[in-house]
């Protein structure tokens, strides 16, 4: 079973739009974290925002921010006012307690910033 | 602070021949270093971990003898192609294992390194 989902594959939303991206997981862990990684076509790996399983409160960086629901497993990732310089690969990764440390990471959406 | 130099960023290669991929951690012990793969338009799939001074672990379905993987010291892991064929061309990309408290709530990645087997 998958780890971790995210069923867009790709994404247009309007400049200065806010725009959801989803992610749903699955783990049996108590403890995890939840992470959101931007890529752009240079291809390197940019952390965006982490939640951990027993905080409390959403996270949020900025114009990021992590809706967090923990009884649906979902951790979708919000971006306000969106910019051209937002187009790019976005991942949900999660940490599981007793992973070894590994990140699993989800299939990625493409989110293009429509001028 | 955290940062992980991966070499080189882009190697084109024959069939047939090896190519080594190094990253280095800049300014921090590496401990645990992890080694990704990535098909175009794909997600990341994890190849193996290598701990310092230990084999790497595999995760299934990578061939060890074909994906070899140092970690001899805290600051340097190496990846290396054998034998590369043009379905190896890919994107390979490091990323070490921090403690928590520090960057990015534990883990650091190289550039990535985009190989094409001709």
């Known amino acids: 079973a998958q780890k971790i989902t995210q069923t867009q594959p790709g994404m247009f939303v309007q400049e200065k739009e806010a725009v959801t991206l989803d992610c749903t997981y699955d783990t049996s862990d108590p403890s995890y974290g939840l992470f959101w990684y931007k890529q752009p076509s240079s291809g390197e790996m940019i952390f965006l925002i982490y939640?951990?399983?027993?905080?409390?409160q959403n996270a949020t960086e900025g114009r990021y921010s992590l809706n967090f629901q923990k009884a649906r497993k979902s951790a979708n990732l919000v971006i306000s006012a969106s910019q051209l310089g937002d187009s790019a690969m976005y991942f949900c990764a999660m940490r599981e307690e007793f992973g070894n440390e590994k990140l699993t990471f989800g299939t990625g959406t493409r989110l293009t910033i429509i001028p | 602070g955290a940062v992980v130099s991966q070499h080189p960023s882009r190697v084109i290669c024959k069939s047939g021949t090896s190519v080594k991929i190094e990253c280095r951690s800049l300014d921090f012990q590496a401990t645990t270093m992890f080694w990704y793969r990535q098909f175009p338009k794909q997600s990341l799939m994890l190849m193996a971990t290598?701990?310092?001074?230990?084999?790497?672990?595999?995760e299934q379905g990578v061939e060890k003898d074909k994906f070899l993987i140092n970690h001899a010291s805290l600051t340097l892991s190496t990846l290396t192609v054998t034998s590369a064929h043009p379905e190896d061309s890919s994107f390979y990309i490091c990323?070490?294992?921090?403690?928590?408290?520090?960057?990015?709530?534990?883990?650091?990645f190289g550039s990535g390194t985009r190989l094409t087997v001709v």
């Open positions: 290598s701990n310092e001074g230990s084999k790497a672990t595999y």
């Open positions: 990323s070490a294992s921090l403690e928590r408290g520090r960057a990015n709530y534990g883990y650091t």
């Open positions: 939640q951990g399983s027993y905080d409390q």
